[in-house]
């Protein structure tokens, strides 16, 4: 039996392996609740705050007594950090032989099947001379790397189209019938995580193949004694997108196009086939451009009046139907056509279901428009009864942990929404000393939000404290209307010269780089930069946030939430709305202060946070920094950082 006391502490294994490693006592806490959760098969509900060490907390317990373990996190980057960083070191300071294994979604791996398709057929594909170019890179890369996996050829771009002719989907792949099947790197990553004692994924791969449908993938979670999902807080989106149902102009256009290769090479002289994928091509197209806006939300009860897209939608019924029909009577010619008909079907009858009113009365129905592709969603009014049924499944350890998942210390939204009504929950707070190494700005006389002019004002409230802080800050926007406002003035602005950089205008890790590297930048970010992001120093001294973030309530999802459990006679605001707020705010804030040595202002410019009766709970949920209300104090708290 091993001793985590000795363990974690002082001269203990961790403190000799691990570079910088100290004795912090919610760090062995946590792992000891973490190592009771695992011994007894229990769910525990954990928040760890910034710099507890919750890595190295589940990982110790994992590793030792976590039999085969899943440990499942929000991004692809915190995977591969997982994986390449800090469980190998874990491993190597407790001296035990467990095996690791990496698994991507397999949009991530080459599929040999479809690169040498495409590369047989480069005109039905429509592939450009620079896709001909990548396509041939893409080849080379495959015969020589071990893993298949995307993310080692830089030479090809990330986001670029050609990747969808070199991978597969989990409609378009032969599985078991592949020419390819002995060679494949999905396959082969597949094999290798179902014998490895800890398996590393992400939320959108676990929900959408280990939980629930991936044949390929059906062993791997009944086998598992510990499931770990780290960034926790980001479960109840994920859950509910992937415990819907959807379907994509995207995967319909996918699909004509492995039509149209595999009809040129099975059956070239069957016209009616080849004009029926037209055909359907070009419903799929005329029925995205029914829609005039982009990166927008609409519900069902919004498209019912609008005709245009109505006719659309039927009329590619009609043209699917006749499609399913026509590959119906080709299938059997090559495995690639009868791929190509259990796709068109499948995707017919989801369709229909989304099309037909009477079905999935438990759910919302809504679209998502894109610049240039279409999502019909079908998401279920609650998620906590599916995932309940899907734990309950067979007993095994399930922990969830994030620095984000309460209110006040209080678990009962994400319990709720979850379906966790029985878990344990446990809270350790930062070991950061807040009230010295931060202050809470909050400005007076700031208008309500609603009120036009609001950003403006903002960033007027704002100019004297970036002054004060010479850049150095995140200001962090609710929507991209009020991060593109920010800019504008922050350019127009007098005796204001640090640099901006402005989120859209590169990736995210080369403007965080960029940020780092000038020190004295103002970064302007929306969503993509309230979590995940650590910058550690100086660089980052100032967070301002300009409104509290509640979730608009035009969003078809939320809104069918809050009606339902309005008319259930439930206070919707107080159940779900402020506490998703909360856990939102909190984790923008914890972009602040990184390790003991960070000191910073956060200014939340929301006057609600004083003047609504919940804004104290909003800012009692936060770490507990000093608070202020005036300019003078904040330009005293920099002035003397600078002093220091
Ligand atoms: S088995 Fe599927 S993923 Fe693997 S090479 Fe064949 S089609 Fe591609």
Same mark, same amino acid.
């Given at each position: 039996?091993?001793?985590?006391?000795?363990? =974690?502490?002082?001269?203990?294994?961790?403190?000799?392996?691990?570079?910088?490693?100290?004795?912090?006592?919610?760090?062995?806490?946590?792992?000891?609740?973490?190592?009771?959760? &695992?011994?007894?098969?229990?769910?525990?509900?954990?928040?760890?705050?910034?710099?507890?060490?919750?890595?190295?907390?589940?990982?110790?317990?994992?590793?030792?007594?976590?039999?085969?373990?899943?440990?499942?996190?929000?991004?692809?980057?915190?995977?591969?950090?997982?994986?390449?960083?800090?469980?190998?070191?874990?491993?190597?300071?407790?001296?035990?032989?467990?095996?690791?294994?990496?698994?991507?979604?397999?949009? *991530?791996?080459?599929?040999?099947?479809?690169? +040498?398709?495409?590369?047989?057929?480069?005109?039905?594909?429509?592939?450009?001379?620079? +896709?001909?170019?990548?396509?041939?890179? &893409?080849?080379?890369?495959?015969?020589?790397?071990?893993?298949?996996?995307?993310?080692?050829?830089?030479?090809?771009?990330?986001?670029?189209?050609?990747?969808?002719?070199?991978?597969?989907?989990?409609?378009?792949?032969?599985?078991?019938?592949?020419?390819?099947?002995?060679?494949?790197?999905?396959?082969?990553?597949?094999?290798?995580?179902?014998?490895?004692?800890?398996?590393?994924? *992400?939320?959108?791969?676990?929900?959408?193949?280990?939980?629930?449908?991936?044949?390929?993938?059906?062993?791997?979670?009944?086998?598992?004694?510990?499931?770990? =999902?780290?960034?926790?807080?980001?479960?109840? +989106?994920?859950?509910?997108?992937?415990?819907?149902?959807?379907?994509?102009?995207?995967?319909?256009?996918?699909?004509?196009?492995?039509?149209?290769?595999?009809?040129?090479?099975?059956?070239?002289?069957?016209?009616?086939?080849?004009?029926?994928?037209?055909?359907?091509?070009?419903?799929?197209?005329?029925?995205?451009?029914?829609?005039?806006?982009?990166?927008?939300?609409?519900?069902?009860?919004?498209?019912?009046?609008?005709?245009?897209?109505?006719?659309?939608?039927?009329?590619?019924?009609?043209?699917?139907?006749?499609?399913?029909?026509?590959?119906?009577?080709?299938? +059997?010619?090559?495995?690639?056509?009868?791929?190509?008909?259990?796709?068109?079907?499948?995707?017919?009858?989801?369709?229909?279901?989304?099309?037909?009113?009477?079905?999935?009365?438990?759910?919302?129905?809504?679209?998502?428009?894109?610049?240039?592709?279409?999502?019909?969603?079908?998401?279920?009014?609650?998620?906590?009864?599916?995932?309940?049924?899907?734990? *309950?499944?067979?007993?095994?350890?399930?922990?969830?942990?994030?620095?984000?998942?309460?209110?006040?210390?209080?678990?009962?939204?994400?319990?709720?929404?979850?379906?966790?009504?029985?878990?344990?929950?446990?809270?350790?707070?930062?070991?950061?000393? =807040?009230?010295?190494?931060?202050?809470?700005?909050?400005?007076?006389?700031?208008?309500?939000?609603?009120?036009?002019?609001?950003?403006?004002?903002?960033?007027?409230?704002?100019?004297?404290?970036?002054?004060?802080?010479?850049?150095?800050?995140?200001?962090?926007?609710?929507?991209?209307?009020?991060?593109?406002?920010?800019?504008?003035?922050?350019?127009?602005?007098?005796?204001?010269?640090?640099?901006?950089?402005?989120?859209?205008?590169?990736?995210?890790?080369?403007?965080?780089?960029? =940020?780092?590297?000038?020190?004295?930048?103002?970064?302007?970010?929306?969503?993509?930069?309230?979590?995940?992001?650590?910058?550690?120093?100086?660089?980052?001294?100032?967070?301002?946030?300009?409104?509290?973030?509640?979730?608009?309530?035009?969003?078809?999802?939320?809104?069918?939430?809050?009606?339902?459990?309005?008319?259930?006679?439930?206070?919707?605001?107080?159940?779900?709305?402020?506490?998703?707020?909360?856990?939102?705010?909190?984790?923008?804030?914890?972009?602040?202060?990184?390790?003991?040595?960070?000191?910073?202002?956060?200014?939340?410019?929301?006057?609600?946070?004083?003047?609504?009766?919940?804004?104290?709970?909003?800012?009692?949920?936060?770490?507990?920094?000093?608070?202020?209300?005036?300019?003078?104090?904040?330009?005293?708290?920099?002035?003397?950082?600078?002093?220091?």
């Amino acid at each position: 039996m091993f001793d985590l006391h000795s363990i =974690f502490s002082s001269n203990g294994m961790l403190s000799e392996h691990i570079p910088g490693f100290h004795v912090r006592s919610q760090q062995l806490e946590m792992a000891q609740a973490i190592a009771d959760a &695992i011994e007894r098969h229990r769910v525990l509900v954990a928040e760890a705050g910034t710099g507890t060490g919750k890595t190295v907390a589940y990982l110790v317990p994992a590793l030792l007594l976590g039999g085969k373990v899943i440990i499942s996190t929000g991004t692809k980057t915190l995977q591969d950090q997982l994986f390449s960083r800090d469980i190998p070191m874990v491993r190597s300071a407790l001296q035990i032989p467990v095996t690791i294994a990496l698994l991507k979604g397999r949009a *991530n791996y080459i599929c040999h099947y479809h690169l +040498e398709k495409s590369l047989q057929d480069t005109q039905a594909t429509f592939a450009s001379r620079d +896709e001909i170019q990548y396509l041939h890179h &893409i080849a080379r890369y495959a015969k020589n790397s071990k893993t298949g996996d995307k993310s080692g050829l830089r030479d090809v771009p990330e986001n670029s189209g050609v990747w969808q002719m070199a991978t597969s989907t989990r409609e378009n792949c032969l599985g078991s019938e592949c020419p390819h099947f002995k060679q494949c790197f999905v396959m082969e990553a597949r094999k290798q995580a179902l014998t490895a004692d800890v398996v590393v994924v *992400n939320h959108h791969l676990f929900f959408a193949d280990v939980m629930l449908r991936d044949e390929g993938l059906s062993e791997l979670l009944p086998a598992c004694n510990t499931v770990i =999902f780290d960034e926790a807080h980001q479960l109840p +989106e994920t859950a509910s997108l992937f415990f819907g149902e959807s379907i994509s102009t995207g995967q319909l256009l996918d699909l004509v196009r492995d039509a149209k290769i595999e009809a040129i090479q099975g059956a070239a002289e069957v016209t009616a086939l080849t004009n029926a994928i037209a055909v359907v091509d070009k419903s799929i197209r005329d029925l995205r451009l029914t829609i005039k806006e982009d990166n927008i939300r609409l519900s069902l009860a919004i498209l019912k009046h609008n005709t245009d897209f109505c006719r659309a939608l039927d009329n590619l019924l009609d043209k699917l139907t006749a499609l399913v029909k026509l590959l119906e009577s080709q299938a +059997e010619r090559s495995e690639g056509l009868e791929n190509c008909r259990q796709r068109a079907s499948n995707h017919l009858y989801v369709i229909q279901r989304w099309r037909d009113e009477t079905k999935m009365r438990d759910h919302v129905r809504w679209i998502e428009v894109y610049h240039q592709a279409l999502q019909l969603h079908a998401t279920p009014l609650t998620i906590a009864e599916i995932f309940q049924k899907q734990m *309950n499944a067979s007993p095994r350890a399930w922990i969830f942990t994030s620095a984000t998942l309460s209110v006040k210390k209080d678990f009962s939204h994400y319990n709720h929404e979850m379906g966790l009504a029985a878990a344990q929950t446990a809270c350790w707070d930062s070991p950061f000393n =807040f009230a010295e190494q931060a202050l809470l700005y909050v400005p007076m006389n700031l208008p309500e939000p609603h009120q036009q002019q609001y950003t403006d004002q903002v960033v007027q409230a704002a100019l004297p404290v970036l002054r004060a802080s010479r850049g150095r800050a995140f200001f962090l926007c609710t929507s991209l209307r009020a991060m593109q406002r920010v800019h504008e003035l922050l350019l127009q602005a007098d005796e204001f010269d640090f640099p901006l950089l402005l989120q859209g205008q590169g990736s995210r890790s080369f403007l965080l780089d960029r =940020f780092r590297a000038l020190n004295h930048a103002v970064l302007i970010g929306s969503q993509s930069f309230w979590e995940g992001v650590d910058v550690r120093g100086d660089a980052l001294s100032l967070v301002i946030i300009d409104k509290l973030p509640f979730a608009s309530p035009d969003d078809p999802v939320l809104s069918a939430r809050i009606e339902k459990m309005n008319n259930e006679g439930r206070n919707a605001f107080m159940e779900y709305q402020l506490p998703r707020a909360v856990i939102n705010l909190k984790q923008g804030a914890g972009r602040l202060i990184r390790d003991e040595t960070d000191r910073g202002v956060l200014m939340i410019c929301d006057p609600r946070l004083t003047t609504k009766a919940y804004g104290k709970q909003i800012w009692q949920s936060l770490p507990p920094m000093k608070r202020t209300r005036e300019l003078a104090e904040v330009e005293q708290f920099f002035a003397q950082r600078e002093a220091k």
